[in-house]
């Protein structure tokens, strides 16, 4: 069994991993907090994560990138795990983050999608291998999306860029008349209506291409991650952790 607390309890992906967990045998929340409360939950629900009390092995949040520093002091006064599920952090509260993880297991992903993360391992080895082939991500979203390209997207050309250490990403061929330079990645962005959220990388060569493809089909897909991630973190030493270290178990 594995024993989580929730923070964002109350929001979107909260009741995510709480559906989730009422559905199976394996995790239990023994407690959650939010900003908002007033919903019932069969655990105490509250807002400063400190009135909690019983340890857990990990702690998900998917809250706001502000309630960073508060998980990171808990985490490291009950020596417990924690994972970071939120987007949008600033430098600095990624500093506290990293100097959290010298004194207690801290797992961090822009993306807690499994299937994202194999995706990117496998643009990786296609990079390295496909030798000479132009490579371009497209990214499709919502009509509600605010930014682009997604942060996944830069993550997927992060991973490329880690094995082709010369890529140069280009993002808009309007403003200039000249052929593509082999060493970009051109990063696409695609919004409407209600997609969740695909991602497809294209290796194009002289007589073959090749598409890697990724397509959310509803939210589950990150709360299933991170579920997956609370086990991979318990009872792990201090560090630095992320999907890539989960993938590796299964690989
Ligand atoms: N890494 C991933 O794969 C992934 C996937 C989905 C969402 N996210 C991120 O997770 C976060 C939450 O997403 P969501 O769709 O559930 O949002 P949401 O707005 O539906 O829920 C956020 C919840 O957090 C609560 N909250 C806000 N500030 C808080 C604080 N300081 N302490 C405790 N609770 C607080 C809110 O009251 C709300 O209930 C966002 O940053 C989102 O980008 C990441």
């Known amino acids: ?10 929001g979107r992906m909260g009741r995510a991993i709480e559906e989730m967990c009422k559905a199976s045998d394996k995790y239990t929340i023994i407690g959650g907090v939010d900003v908002t409360l007033g919903i019932p939950h069969e655990f105490p629900t509250v807002s400063d994560i400190n009135e909690l009390s ?20 808990y985490a490291v006064k009950t020596v417990t795990p ?26 961090r992903s822009g993306n807690m999608s499994l299937g ?14 496909l030798e000479g082939f132009d490579i371009e991500i497209i990214e499709q979203h919502h009509n509600q999306k605010l930014d682009a390209p997604s942060g996944t997207a830069l993550m997927i050309a992060d991973g490329i860029k880690s094995v082709r250490e010369k890529s140069e990403y280009v993002y808009d061929r309007t403003q200039v008349r000249q052929k593509r330079a082999q060493n970009e990645v051109g990063i696409h962005s ?3 209506g209600s997609i969740v ?5 294209l290796f194009a060569g002289r007589n073959e291409n090749i598409t890697l493809r990724h397509s959310a089909l509803s939210r589950e897909v990150f709360a299933d991650g991170a579920l997956k991630a609370a086990e991979y973190i ?7 952790y992320n999907m890539g270290n989960v993938l590796e178990g299964l690989i």
């Open 1 to 10: 069994m594995v024993n989580i607390i929730v923070s964002g309890i109350n």
């Open 54 to 73: 019983g340890k857990a092995d990990a702690i998900i949040d998917f809250s706001h990138h502000s309630a960073s520093k508060a998980l990171c002091d």
């Open 82 to 107: 924690v994972i970071f599920c939120t987007t949008g952090y600033t430098e600095d509260e990624l500093a506290i983050i990293k100097e959290a993880s010298e004194k207690v297991a801290v797992f």
């Open 116 to 129: 994202i993360n194999l995706l990117i391992e496998l643009s990786k080895k296609a990079a390295e291998i």
């Open 190 to 192: 695609v919004r409407g």
């Open 197 to 201: 959220g695909e991602h497809e990388v």
């Open 234 to 240: 318990k009872g792990k030493k201090a560090g630095m």
